[in-house]
C-alpha cells in the first residue's frame, strides 16, 4: 500500500499499513484499519498544524484480483455508461471534436484519469468478480468528496483518489474513509447500505406516465388532457402523471408558463391529475438555463463563472438554444429565486414529483471552501427543504452524494427511439441517448434498488409508431425496466395499444415488485439474472447482442436483443 498526498507545494509518501502515522511540520496524518465481519473499512485522517490548500491524494493497493475477468466501473453521473467491464476492454475519451459540446456531461474535463488499454476506472464504488464472490471497494463520504478509482490491470494494481484539488481546510479532515469487503454481491452492497446507515428507500414500485418519449418539448394542455384521459381509463391503478420539458417559455424562467400550450397553467394540468387519481409530476433542470431565458438576460451575475471570468457552457441541446449554461448555487438571490420557484411548484401548484434534471451542472467547478461534492450536496438538500413532502428524482447527477437524499434516481442513459445513437456513439459519449447504454446501466446498477434510493431505469415503448424499435427489443426494456426499477414510466398513448402490448402491460402489472438480485456477466452482452417475486427465485437471460446466443448447453437459444425470465418454468 502507498499513500500521495500533496498539499500547498509539499508531497508526502509513506506506507500507512506500515507507518499508521506520519508526523509533517504542517500536519499529521493518521492510517486506522477498522475490522468489519466481511474485510475492513480504511479511514485516513489529516490534522493540519495551520490552514492548507489540499492539491492531491491517492492512496495505492493490491488486491488480489489476478484471477478476475470482470471489474465493475461506475460511471461519472446518471447517464454515464455503467456495466462490469472484461478486463481485456478499456474506457475511451471523448472524441476531440465532440469536446466543445459534451466534456462536462461526464469526467472528460477530468485529464488525470487514464483512458488506454490496460486501464478502467469508476466514481464512488467499483469491484472485482471473483469466482464465487465480490471484492467490493466502496467510499463512506462521497457527500465530502467524489471517490475516482483506477485499475491498472498489467500490475491488478487499484489507485484510489480523491476530487479535493483546491479545497482549504484548518481542521482535522477526513482524506479517505473507504469499504473493502468481499462476498456475495447482495451481501457486500447491504453491508455498504448498512455502513452508510441509509434511510430507507420508497419500498413500493411505482408506475405512471411521462410526456417525453412521446412528444418531447411539442406538449401541450390538449396533449396532455388526452393522455390524462387514456391513463385513467387504461392504466388506473398508476401513481404517477408526469410532465416533462416544454412547458416553460425558456429553460430557467421556471415561473414563465408558455401561455400558447398551456392557457390555463400548468396548475390546471395538476388538478386534473389529482382528480383522476393521480399524482402530479413535473421536470425542472434548476442548475441551468438557456439564452434565450430572461434569467440569462437580466441576471448575468448568477452564472457559473471559471477563474477568467468566463461563463460555464454545462452542455448542448439542439431543442433549446444550443449551448446552455450552469448557474452559481450560492448566490443569495439565485437561491431566493430558486426557493421561489420550489415553493411555487410543491405548495401552491401541488406538484407531488419533482424531476430534476442536469443536476451535474451545479458542481462543475470546486470552491476553496467546498468540493464539487459538497457543492452537490448542498444543493440538493437546499432543494429538499424547499420542496415539502414532494418525492424528488433525480437525474443526470453524480450518485453518490445523493444517497439517502432523493427518493428516485435515475441509473442509466435516456432510452432511443431506436437500439443506439450512431453519430453520438461514434463521438464515444457515455452519456449518449441510447436503449443499449440504458439497459447495460440498469443491468450494471442494479444493485442500488430499494438501497440507496428506488431506482428509476427510463421509460418502456409499447407501441407500434413513432420509434425504430423491434418487438424483442421492446420486449426486453419492458422486463429489465420492471425488474430493475422502482420507479416505472412509459410515454404511450394507451388506447392505440394492440393486443400484445396490452398482454406485455398486464405482465408489468403482475411482475412490477419482482427485484433482480444477481446479474452474472456470460460473455460480451449475454447475461445471466436472478430475480425475487414473494419469496420464490426465477432464472433469467438477455442477449443484448445483435446475433442469436445459444447457452444453457444448447438448451436454450435467445434471438438477437431476446430477454427470458423463466418466471413460468414449464415454457422451457
Known amino acids: 500500500m502507498q499513500l500521495y498526498l500533496q498539499f500547498d507545494q509539499h508531497s508526502i509518501r509513506f506506507d500507512p499499513s506500515v507507518q499508521q502515522t506520519y508526523e509533517h511540520p504542517l500536519a499529521s496524518i493518521h492510517f486506522r484499519e477498522i475490522p468489519h465481519p466481511l474485510g475492513h473499512i480504511w479511514q485516513l485522517k489529516i490534522k493540519p498544524q495551520q490552514p492548507l490548500l489540499l492539491q492531491q491524494f491517492r492512496l495505492t493497493t493490491t488486491p488480489s484480483v489476478a484471477s478476475s475477468e470482470y471489474f465493475f466501473c461506475n460511471g461519472f453521473q446518471s447517464w454515464s455508461e455503467s456495466r462490469e467491464f472484461h478486463r481485456t476492454e478499456h474506457i475511451p475519451d471523448l472524441r476531440r471534436i465532440a469536446r466543445p459540446l459534451f466534456k462536462y456531461y461526464g469526467d472528460y474535463h477530468f485529464r488525470e484519469i487514464h483512458r488506454k488499454p490496460g486501464f478502467l476506472h469508476a466514481w464512488t464504488y467499483t469491484y472485482a468478480r471473483l469466482t464465487d464472490s465480490v471484492l467490493l471497494f466502496a467510499s463512506l ?6 471517490t475516482l478509482f483506477q485499475w491498472n490491470l498489467a500490475n491488478n494494481s487499484l489507485q484510489i483518489e480523491r476530487d479535493l484539488k483546491g479545497r482549504k481546510i484548518d481542521s482535522t479532515y477526513t482524506l479517505l474513509e473507504l469499504l473493502v469487503v468481499k462476498g456475495s454481491s447482495n451481501t457486500v452492497f447491504d453491508a455498504w447500505a448498512k455502513a452508510l446507515d441509509m434511510p430507507a428507500p420508497p419500498k413500493k414500485t411505482v408506475s405512471g406516465w411521462t410526456s417525453w418519449y412521446n412528444y418531447y418539448t411539442k406538449i401541450s394542455e390538449a396533449k396532455l388532457q388526452q393522455n390524462l384521459r387514456q391513463l385513467a381509463a387504461f392504466q388506473p391503478n398508476a401513481d404517477f402523471f408526469q410532465m416533462d420539458d416544454g412547458f416553460q417559455q425558456a429553460v430557467g424562467d421556471w415561473l414563465a ?7 390555463d397553467g400548468v396548475n390546471s394540468i395538476a388538478q386534473q391529475a389529482h382528480q383522476s387519481g393521480f399524482k402530479a409530476g413535473i421536470w425542472l433542470a434548476p442548475f441551468i438555463c438557456e439564452p434565450a431565458s430572461d434569467l440569462y438576460k437580466q441576471h448575468p451575475d448568477w452564472l457559473l463563472r471559471d477563474a477568467n471570468g468566463n461563463a460555464i457552457r454545462a452542455g448542448f441541446a439542439p431543442h433549446w438554444s444550443g449551448f446552455f449554461y450552469a448557474l452559481d448555487f450560492y448566490h443569495p438571490e439565485f437561491q431566493a429565486y430558486l426557493a421561489e420557484v420550489l415553493q411555487t411548484y410543491t405548495q401552491k401548484w401541488n406538484f407531488q414529483l419533482l424531476k430534476l434534471d442536469f443536476l451535474y451542472a451545479v458542481c462543475l467547478l470546486g470552491r476553496a471552501d467546498k468540493t464539487r461534492a459538497e457543492i452537490l450536496t448542498d444543493a440538493i438538500r437546499f432543494i429538499r427543504k424547499y420542496s415539502g ?8 447527477t453524480p450518485l453518490g452524494p445523493l444517497f439517502g437524499e432523493v427518493d428516485y434516481c435515475r441509473i442509466g442513459a435516456d432510452i432511443h427511439l431506436s437500439w443506439d445513437h450512431g453519430l453520438l ?12 447504454l440504458a439497459l ?57 395499444y394492440d393486443k400484445t402490448a396490452k398482454n406485455w402491460l398486464q405482465w408489468f402489472e403482475q411482475r412490477k415488485n419482482s427485484q433482480l438480485r444477481e446479474v452474472v456477466p456470460l460473455k460480451k452482452d449475454i447475461y445471466q439474472l436472478r430475480i425475487e417475486q414473494q419469496g420464490q427465485t426465477y432464472l433469467g437471460w438477455i442477449n443484448l447482442s445483435r446475433k442469436e446466443q445459444v447457452l444453457e448447453h444448447g438448451q436454450l437459444r435467445l434471438a438477437p436483443f431476446e430477454c427470458r425470465i423463466a418466471f413460468n418454468a414449464s415454457s422451457y
Do not use: M, W
Not at 141 to 146: D, S, V
Not at 257 to 263: G, R, V
Open 141 to 146: 463520504r462521497e457527500q465530502q468528496a467524489f
Open 257 to 263: 408558463i408558455d401561455s400558447k400550450k398551456f392557457p
Open 389 to 396: 413532502e414532494a418525492r424528488l428524482l433525480a437525474c443526470g
Open 425 to 436: 456513439k461514434f463521438f464515444r459519449k457515455r452519456e449518449r441517448v441510447s436503449t443499449y
Open 440 to 496: 447495460q446501466s440498469s443491468l450494471g446498477r442494479h444493485h442500488l434498488n430499494g438501497r440507496f434510493f428506488g431506482n428509476d431505469p427510463d421509460v418502456f415503448i409499447l407501441r407500434k409508431h413513432k420509434h425504430r424499435l423491434t418487438p424483442n427489443q421492446q420486449a426486453s426494456i419492458l422486463q429489465i425496466n420492471t425488474i430493475s426499477g422502482s420507479l416505472i414510466f412509459h410515454s404511450d398513448q394507451l388506447e392505440t
